[in-house]
């Protein structure tokens, strides 16, 4: 996962298409933006955000990992990152291995295995109130009891107040309610073939799908690793900047541009 | 250095005197059911027949011209804790030796006063100064020493390296310390001497006493504690001075918004006194003294230990309501009769913790200290080449230096903690899957690369361990995992290999 080509994937059939095919890659900050009021100022303080995907695939912690790469404004950045997992992600999902971790952050990452989704939460906080730490993945699995929409808000506000971003990652959830900033669905996508050996899996994509957000536009990408530019690269499926109905629209959004 | 003062309660009854008489026939009673019963006598009235626990009633039939006085043993008892402060004069440590004795620690001190019997001479001068008798006795055990005072010639010093069994051994057994029922059954087993007792041999002392725990009643451990084969520590006494904090006022205070003031000041300066200690008041007295003689007290007690000086006052503020000043108040004091250990805290830590966010030190602690120290974890290479090996866990620090880590093909992100047996459906048995049902889902693989096979590690495993043959694969709807078949068919080494999966990629 430490190599990532630069590539674009159509999802195919899915209509208007804002992005371009072929040779150039469309940074998924760029994708995005194009729903976003350009004079909002809380672009940057997306701090919480959750991604729901399955227990029996890594895309979400993954996707995670290459959001979080994508958003670290700083390249010179070493400060360590914090994986906190609750028992049940560990025992569905398997722990962060290192060799397969990204080159740049495998060396840096402290592992928290909390006992109870109570635990996790804790040691989320505290990792969101440390200055030192340059990002905090969560993985929790299922819908736990304390992870209701006030733990959830307790989160963004640390992660807020600290500017420490959080990925939430929510193994085989509901959609339950939450106050993250952005929520994604993340799915594996077929990758695309590699170049040298055609039958062999490729670089990782996913199927990410932004269903509610406080400043964009919702929309559904698929989206991989830019390895050119070291960022995440899409191809905007839908959604470019027109709302379809107003029950699809993020509310947050519609009071951002009010 | 044992001193035991045999009339303590008559010489504090006569320093409280102002012209005591020596040759009065003085006994002390006190009060028990059966009525008045002496409890300590003077050397006059012994002579007189007068003896301690006799009835009031016998000793006056006895002796008409008996002087009688209540005795009060608790401020017999506040008077020796006072002595035996007194007495850390000739040593560090002191100890009470209830209710008439002290025993100090002199070792390695008697040379500052000239060697030990210089540092008797000087004590006996001191106690006699103060209007005390006393008898003085040094060892090297408590209890001999104790034994020495009580029974022995008076000032005798018995040398380091004497074996005290054998120096003492003409010391009656009343010398070992021991109840009064124990004194008497070895009384009555014609027991009389320490060397009587010490001769016996232990397996018998043991057996006869084995079911006493007290000390004071097994004379076997009197006996080593005599000797010195077991310790035995005593219970110094410690001077714990009360905080208090006072203000003499020029201007005699006749306004509540400058007493406020005042006790504000004192509640900050016992504040401040309270924290050398590592103390918080959890009772608090303010005494007031007016210029017209009178004075003013309000006591407070608290929940929990505290040295807010903010809270105190607060507190205060709240009693002082209802006091009448007078022509006014001279002299203010603040203290506290009853602290309890209270930790320096930083209270502000948290505060700024709010505000700038913790340190990583500071989130790691809190984090062990509510998960535990292993759940807290940072992975690290090992040189190994089987993939749950290759990488382990220890305890966070950014800063730890890394070695060459050994360079592989392509791993997953994420490895289950055990490796999980998947259901295959395959058409070559040495070849690759086509299907697969893992936690009851079929996967159909749509890409896969390898094998790459990763021979176990005959220096750690049996040698009937079978090598690993790992495929990196890709599913119809692009979910990629990591599985491996463990074996080759007809490799000898087992049935038919079996598939697992044991990583999930990115």
């Not at chain 2, 020495?148 to 310390?177: C, I, K, M, Q, T």
């Not at chain 2, 410690?238 to 905080?243: C, D, E, L, R």
């Not at chain 2, 382990?392 to 890394?402: E, F, I, Q």
């Not at chain 2, 090598?467 to 078949?485: A, N, P, Q």
Request: proline share 8%; net charge neutral.
């Amino acid at each position: 996962m430490d190599r990532f080509a630069a590539s674009v994937s159509f999802l195919p059939g899915t209509g208007r298409g804002t992005g371009k095919a072929g040779g150039g890659a469309l940074p998924l900050q760029n994708a995005m933006r194009g729903a976003i009021p350009l004079h909002h100022p809380a672009r940057a303080s997306c701090r919480h955000t959750e991604l729901f995907a399955s227990a029996d695939e890594a895309s979400g912690a993954a996707l995670a990992l290459a959001l979080a790469r994508d958003a670290m404004d700083d390249p010179a950045d070493h400060r360590p990152w914090l994986w906190v997992q609750d028992r049940a992600a560990i025992r569905l999902s398997g722990r962060p291995y290192r060799p397969g971790l990204p080159t740049g952050l495998r060396h840096r990452l402290i592992h928290v295995a909390a006992p109870r989704a109570e635990d996790a939460l804790f040691a989320l906080e505290e990792g969101l109130r440390c200055r030192d730490l340059a990002f905090v993945i969560g993985e929790v699995a299922g819908n736990p009891a304390a992870l209701d929409f006030t733990a959830s808000r307790r989160l963004s506000l640390a992660a807020e107040r600290h500017g420490v971003p959080l990925w939430m990652v929510r193994l085989s959830a509901r959609h339950d309610l939450g106050s993250a900033r952005m929520r994604w669905d993340v799915a594996a996508a077929p990758s695309p073939s590699p170049r040298w050996n055609r039958d062999a899996p490729g670089d990782p994509r996913w199927r990410a799908d932004l269903f509610r957000a406080h400043v964009f536009q919702p929309g559904q990408w698929i989206v991989g690793d830019d390895g050119e530019r070291h960022s995440l690269a899409v191809f905007a499926t839908d959604h470019g900047g027109v709302v379809p109905d107003a029950g699809d629209r993020s509310l947050a959004a519609g009071s951002g541009q009010a | 250095m044992a001193a035991w003062c045999p009339t303590l309660a008559i010489d504090r009854w006569r320093l409280g005197q102002d012209r005591p008489d020596p040759s009065a026939p003085l006994i002390l009673i006190g009060e028990t059911a059966h009525g008045p019963r002496i409890t300590a006598v003077s050397p006059p009235a012994r002579a007189a027949g007068a003896r301690e626990g006799m009835l009031l009633a016998d000793a006056r039939a006895l002796a008409p011209g008996l002087v009688v006085h209540p005795a009060d043993p608790a401020g017999d008892h506040a008077f020796l804790e006072t002595l035996a402060l007194w007495v850390q004069r000739w040593g560090p440590w002191s100890a009470l030796d209830a209710p008439d004795g002290l025993i100090v620690d002199v070792t390695g001190v008697a040379h500052l006063f000239g060697g030990e019997d210089a540092l008797m001479v000087d004590a006996r001068a001191c106690f006699a100064a103060r209007g005390l008798q006393v008898r003085l006795a040094i060892a090297p055990t408590a209890g001999a020493a104790w034994a020495l005072a009580h029974h022995g010639p008076d000032r005798s010093a018995l040398a380091e390296g004497v074996d005290p069994l054998d120096a003492l051994r003409d010391l009656p057994v009343a010398a070992l310390r021991l109840d009064d029922a124990v004194l008497l059954l070895l009384d009555r087993l014609g027991l009389k001497r320490i060397g009587d007792l010490a001769a016996i041999g232990r397996p018998a002392l043991a057996r006869r006493f084995r079911d006493r725990r007290a000390p004071a009643a097994n004379p076997l451990v009197r006996l080593d504690q005599f000797a010195g084969r077991v310790p035995e520590p005593i219970l110094p006494v410690i001077a714990a001075p009360v905080p208090t904090v006072l203000r003499r006022l020029i201007e005699p205070l006749r306004h509540r918004d400058l007493l406020d003031r005042v006790v504000a000041d004192l509640a900050l300066a016992l504040a401040r006194r309270l924290e050398a200690h590592g103390q918080g008041a959890r009772r608090l007295d303010l005494t007031l003294w007016k210029v017209d003689g009178g004075v003013l007290r309000r006591a407070l007690e608290l929940a929990a230990p505290t040295r807010d000086a903010a809270h105190i006052t607060r507190l205060f503020a709240h009693k002082l309501d209802d006091c009448d000043a007078g022509f006014g108040i001279e002299v203010v004091r603040l203290s506290a009769p009853w602290a309890e250990p209270l930790m320096l805290s930083q209270t502000d830590l948290e505060a700024s913790a709010q505000q700038h966010g913790t340190s990583l030190a500071a989130c790691i602690d809190r984090l062990t200290a509510r998960l535990g120290a292993a759940a807290v974890a940072m992975p690290v290479p090992r040189a190994s080449h089987l993939p749950e090996r290759a990488q382990g866990w220890v305890t966070p620090d950014p800063t730890r230096a890394m070695q060459e880590e050994l360079a592989f093909h392509a791993r997953p992100l994420k490895l289950l903690d055990r490796a999980e047996p998947i259901a295959v459906i395959y058409e070559a048995p040495d070849g690759l899957p086509r299907l697969f049902r893992w936690r009851g889902a079929v996967h159909e693989i749509a890409r896969a690369e390898g094998p790459e096979r990763i021979a176990p590690e005959w220096w750690r495993e049996k040698g009937g361990a079978r090598l690993r043959d790992y495929y990196r694969i890709e599913d119809s709807s692009g979910r990629r995992y990591w599985i491996y078949r463990r074996g080759l068919p007809g490799d000898g080494r087992g049935g038919v290999p079996e598939w697992f999966l044991q990583g999930l990629c990115g």
